[in-house]
């Protein structure tokens, strides 16, 4: 399955992994949990303060299917 | 109150407005006289002006996108903007420009070097100052018919409500989680509108805050027992342009909700990338 994955902020440093392809595109085998991706993907779990899977927002649990859209935040404060 | 209306009506000049036509005008120089001459704010002259349809000259290239009628909304609107620095700079500058007629600002800091890199109230001949005093007199000097109280405290504690009696929208322009928590409940309280802004690199996002809702939690909200995350501004910096976007994006979301243009958008927010070029709506 493919899906769209998103770094924001300061967890784009993460974005150069190599399972990223191209546009933040990823090819999956099978849905999976966002902590499990996160992991796949060497993000310290406690940089991340906000997920959302098509714009909505979710949790590390949350699983992870065909074409969907994961965005990832870290906490944002400036001012 | 009759020599009032004489002294604007005498003073007021009639232009050709950018479409060719004619618009009672009347100039800051006059409004600033008739004041003085009637013991009255030049707010309080600018919104006679207006009633009596005439437009003082500093708001004629606001029409018609901001109409006679707004303007006056405007003038007689009152927003607390809390934290002086890169978005709340930008968001007074701006809210000068479109003729809000009072405006509370609360910054406990004074300017220094490090600040120079984005925030508009910011100069070499401004270091030093107190950062809610200078906002007080620049805006003196962009728009004398905006009446202007400067606070120069951290609102940390629930015994300042008081200072927002009144306020129709109060914008969040500060720079940490704990300050920004503690500013969405005292709005909550007061059951008024906020408008968030925060930014990091090249990035940053806005939020409208509906009178009672909660959805800032969300963002900001650690438990206790946890270490606390570096936020994302520590480790990309705060370049100029980010801060310029999201606080006209946040004034803009101030003058939708006082010209009640648009239902607010409550749980969701606008996130901005000007590397990529792009942005997104998320919801809470």
């Known amino acids: 399955m493919r899906i769209e994955v998103k770094l924001f902020a300061s967890l784009g440093r993460f974005a150069s992994h190599p399972l990223i392809l191209p546009g933040g595109i990823m090819e999956l085998p099978s849905p999976l949990p966002v902590g499990d991706l996160v992991d796949s993907l060497n993000i310290p ?35 | 109150m009759p020599d009032l209306f004489e002294d604007i009506e005498t003073q007021s000049q009639t232009v050709k407005n950018p479409m060719g036509a004619d618009v009672k005008t009347i100039s800051d120089r006059s409004m600033v006289d008739i004041a003085e001459k009637n013991k009255l704010t030049v707010r309080v002259v600018s919104v006679h002006c207006l009633k009596l349809g005439i437009v003082p000259l500093r708001y004629l290239r606001n029409s018609p996108s901001i109409s006679l009628d707004e303007q006056i909304i405007l003038a007689e609107s009152q927003v607390a903007v809390v934290g002086c620095g890169g978005l709340g700079g930008h968001v007074i500058v701006l809210l000068a420009r479109l003729g809000i007629g009072k405006l509370l600002v609360f910054d406990p800091d004074t300017f220094d070097e490090t600040n120079l890199n ?14 809610a005093e200078e906002a007080a007199r620049q805006c003196a000097m962009i728009n004398p018919a905006m009446e202007v109280r400067s606070h120069v405290l951290a609102i940390t504690y629930p015994s300042q409500n008081h200072y927002f009696s009144n306020t129709d929208v109060i914008v969040d ?100 990338d000007l590397g990529k070029e792009s942005f997104n709506t998320f919801t809470l």
């Not at chain 1, 991340?48 to 969907?68: C, P, Q, T, W, Y």
């Not at chain 2, 984005?118 to 950062?131: E, I, M, V, Y």
């Not at chain 2, 009672?212 to 501004?233: C, D, F, M, N, R």
């Not at chain 2, 910096?237 to 994006?249: C, E, N, R």
């Open chain 1, 45 to 79: 779990r406690q940089e991340i303060k906000l997920i959302f899977l098509n714009g909505v927002h979710a949790h590390m649990d949350s699983e992870i299917r065909d074409g969907d859209r994961l965005g990832i935040f870290p906490p944002i404060g400036g001012g």
């Open chain 2, 118 to 131: 984005r925030q508009a109230l910011c100069r070499s001949d401004t270091l030093g100052a107190f950062k």
């Open chain 2, 173 to 272: 322009a500060l720079d940490n989680a704990q300050d920004r928590l503690f500013l969405a409940s005292l709005a909550r309280d007061l059951k008024i509108p906020m408008v968030h802004g925060a930014v990091a690199g090249f990035e940053g996002r806005v939020m409208t805050i509906a009178p009672g809702s909660t959805s800032i939690e969300t963002l900001y909200h650690v438990e206790k027992t946890t270490t606390p995350q570096a936020s994302a501004e520590i480790l990309l910096g705060t370049p100029a342009l980010a801060p310029a976007l999201i606080a006209t994006f946040q004034t803009m979301s101030v003058l939708k909700i006082l010209l009640k243009r648009s239902p607010m958008a409550d749980n969701s927010f606008l996130h901005f």
